[in-house]
């Protein structure tokens, strides 16, 4: 299964007799699946079958579903509030009242008062509305396939560059564990040298258990077994993860803070500057890796 970001736009046209729309579908990173839907009135009836078609596609992200409708205006009807006219022929009583020789508006005047006119979309009928809301709906399938189709797009590109990023932990790991300095001879030679310079700072007069203390400290501070074996197991589950596909985002963001943690364990163990160098740029490239992982659905 291909891997899928959550960032992606998709447009979708759409028309039935006198009515054109436009269907605008935006996804961006999020947690977990955050549908923003934006509709004229009057169809809200249709948001409930509009979350399911995304939820039934979509997995994560912050996504906005707008809506926008136009109808010819040759189809709109010219017709009288008759609030607003109630209220323009009150006032014109009220003012004769209080200006007896005010002269009486003309018809004209009356009927340019705003709101006195108002241009009214006809009503569709019970069977028209069904069938437009059919036609919106399949309109809006198409504009979730074509959103689907570039989260994949970015996903591909998203999955090289991870999977390039896997790779060059997998070889930084590797190249700890291919150090000279963690040759059992080298340990030696060091556990050695700071052993000798302990004594030398103490004139002789070290304690020989407190000794053994200090050398068992050191050799154990120097081991980084445990953390090159969980870096390399969490090497093949990343790779496990990439090869099964899917909604696997959150997984390898967890899977990148098990690396960061033993990178930074690996960085405070090292009394090298070769491992700490290695440690260093384990922590660079899974740094870069957990920014491209927050993209993926």
């Known amino acids: 299964m291909a891997l899928a970001s959550m960032t992606g736009f998709a447009r979708s046209l759409g028309e039935m007799g006198a009515v054109r729309w436009t269907w605008e579908l935006r996804s961006v990173n999020g947690k977990s699946l955050d549908l923003r839907i934006r509709i004229p009135a009057g169809l809200e009836t249709l948001e409930p079958q509009i979350r399911e078609r995304c939820s039934k596609i979509l997995r994560r992200g912050n996504v906005t579903i707008g809506l926008a409708m136009q109808r010819d205006q040759s189809e709109q009807q010219l017709q009288v509030n008759e609030v607003a006219l109630e209220a323009v022929l009150s006032t014109i009583d009220l003012l004769k009242e209080k200006v007896p020789d005010l002269a009486p508006p003309s018809l004209d005047g009356i009927l340019s008062q705003k709101g006195v006119f108002e241009l009214k979309e006809p009503e569709d009928d019970e069977e028209t509305r069904a ?86 400290f050191l050799a154990t501070k120097a081991d980084i077994r445990e953390e090159l074996d969980r870096l390399h197991a969490h090497v093949a589950a990343a790779r496990d993860l990439m090869g099964t596909g899917g909604a696997i985002g959150r997984r390898l963001d967890f899977l990148a803070q098990e690396f960061n943690r033993e990178a930074n364990t690996l960085c405070s163990k090292s009394n090298d500057v070769d491992l700490t160098a290695i440690g260093l740029d384990l922590k660079a490239v899974i740094d870069q890796m957990r920014e491209q992982i927050q993209n993926l659905e």
């Open 131 to 216: 069938a437009l809301h059919k036609t919106l709906l399949t309109t809006l399938d198409g504009a979730l396939i074509d959103l689907v189709d570039m989260r994949h797009s970015e996903g591909q590109a998203i999955n090289q560059v991870v999977t390039g990023q896997i790779d060059r932990i997998a070889g930084l790991t590797q190249a700890a564990e291919d150090l000279p300095a963690r040759l059992p001879e080298a340990i030696k030679a060091r556990l050695k040298k700071q052993v000798s310079d302990l004594m030398d700072a103490s004139d002789g007069q070290f304690d020989p258990q407190r000794l053994h203390q200090e050398a068992v």
